[in-house]
């Protein structure tokens, strides 16, 4: 059985387990998956036969470099000692090819030892940061509901001072929307050069974005970036709708047109589609039971892979920009379409202001790129940078 190639992998060492009690979070009730279990991250973390099965495994479905992505919950509670195994582990199972890791994470638990262990063995760390105190501290709270960006900003300290390589995972919420710019410039201040914003969607909560707002906070960030940050800040979704533009496979799965090559694999071995459909109906077998190739190119990954382009409404069908949207992620869909057909995502409407509103410039930078002109871009082949270090979702920048 064939197996699909360039599979993204995210692993979980303690599942859901997490030292924050971020109120948007979606993966903490994933804990009801596996009850009778405590809160102690001891009773969570992945031993040390399914790691390196884990690893073996990867090693031996996956050509090339090999890519892995630590998330969570919060990875870090694992314990150092747990990803001191980790590089041990590839070092003796991955045959000399390059290895990625990709470290998720909220930063309380980043010390220099943490730190100095990351910079050593080249892991590429998204830290998630939601901008300035006020606005972080809206929904990302410790267990005491106390805000925790203070502890945020010292981990931003300790990644610099050991030279970490880090990007920034900014989760845009209601509260977001009205202060793009002010966020954007944050985030520069604090020594970011390749941002992720991840929209959030929860419609009926205080801090669901609504479709529009999604424009209302990208094309401001947008055009302050296309005047003055070129080829010196990243930005993801940028750097994902110009691969589109250009007619390349977008290196983030949401704007690819098929899914299923980002999966998730749980503290125990579970392995499930995507890390957005962690549940039942979307688990592909355990890692101790069943054979990773086997469950990579299963029918049910196949036809899971599939349904994000066989189930786009016919409004989706016929949209100008479905070239670079491709209905977004499925988790989104979540409205019908003008004729009553289900599946248009949440945020069609600020998607389709924003690629409007991007479209001139993308096509001049298009036309520049072919012909050879610079634009105040790297190259095509090294500014579209591998994004697989974090399955997908964590964008490495070029190299200088």
């Known amino acids: 059985m064939a197996t699909p190639h360039h599979t993204h992998f995210l692993v979980k060492p303690v599942g859901p387990i997490c030292n924050l009690d971020c109120k948007y ?10 009850p009778g279990k405590s809160e102690a991250p001891v009773d969570w973390r992945m031993d040390g036969a399914l790691l390196e099965s884990c690893i073996q495994q990867v090693a031996q479905t996956q050509p090339g470099e090999l890519h892995f992505a630590w998330q969570g919950g919060e990875p870090t509670l694992a314990g150092l000692d747990f990803f001191r195994q980790v590089v041990r582990l590839q070092q ?3 045959g000399g090819r390059p290895v990625f890791n990709g470290l998720q994470t ?30 972080h501290d809206c929904w990302r709270l410790d267990r005491g509901q106390r805000g925790s960006h203070q502890q945020v900003q010292r981990a931003l300290v300790l990644l610099r001072k050991h030279g970490v390589e880090f990007n920034t995972l900014t989760v845009v919420h209601r509260q977001s929307v009205a202060r793009a710019l002010e966020i954007y410039e944050y985030l520069i201040s604090e020594g970011s050069r390749v941002m992720q914003f991840l929209p959030l969607v929860e419609p009926g909560q205080p801090w669901s974005l609504e479709g529009p707002d999604w424009a209302d906070f990208l094309c401001p960030i947008f055009d302050l970036w296309s005047q003055r940050d070129v080829g010196q800040v990243f930005v993801q979704l940028f750097e994902v709708a110009l691969e589109n533009w250009l007619g390349q496979p977008a290196s983030l799965c949401f704007f690819r047109k098929q899914c299923g090559q980002a999966v998730a694999l749980e503290h125990n071995g579970d392995l499930f589609s995507c890390d957005h459909f962690v ?23 196949k036809q899971f892979g599939r349904n994000k382009s066989e189930r786009l409404p016919g409004q989706c ?10 209905g977004e992620c499925p988790k989104n869909r979540l409205l019908k379409d003008e004729n009553g057909e289900p599946g248009l995502n949440f945020l069609c409407a600020g998607y389709l202001r924003f690629f409007g509103h991007i479209q001139a410039w993308m096509e001049a930078a298009v036309q520049k790129i072919r012909s050879q002109s610079n634009l105040g871009l790297p190259p095509l082949g090294d500014r579209l940078r591998s994004a697989s270090a974090a399955a997908g979702f964590l964008a490495r920048p070029a190299d200088s």
Not at 25 to 34: E, G, I, N, V
Not at 106 to 124: K, M, P, S, V, Y
């Open 25 to 34: 979070c979606f993966y903490l009730d994933k804990r009801q998956l596996y």
């Open 317 to 326: 069908q016929r949209c100008k920009v479905l070239f670079a949207c491709h």
């Open 106 to 135: 909220n930063g309380l638990t980043l010390d220099d030892e943490w730190c100095q262990f990351l910079a050593n063995h080249g892991f590429l760390v998204g830290l998630s940061v939601d901008g300035p105190a006020d606005l």
């Open 92 to 94: 003796r199972h991955c």
């Open 279 to 301: 549940e039942p109906a979307h688990q592909l077998g355990n890692l101790q039971t069943h054979q990773l190739q086997w469950m990579l190119a299963s029918p049910q990954q």
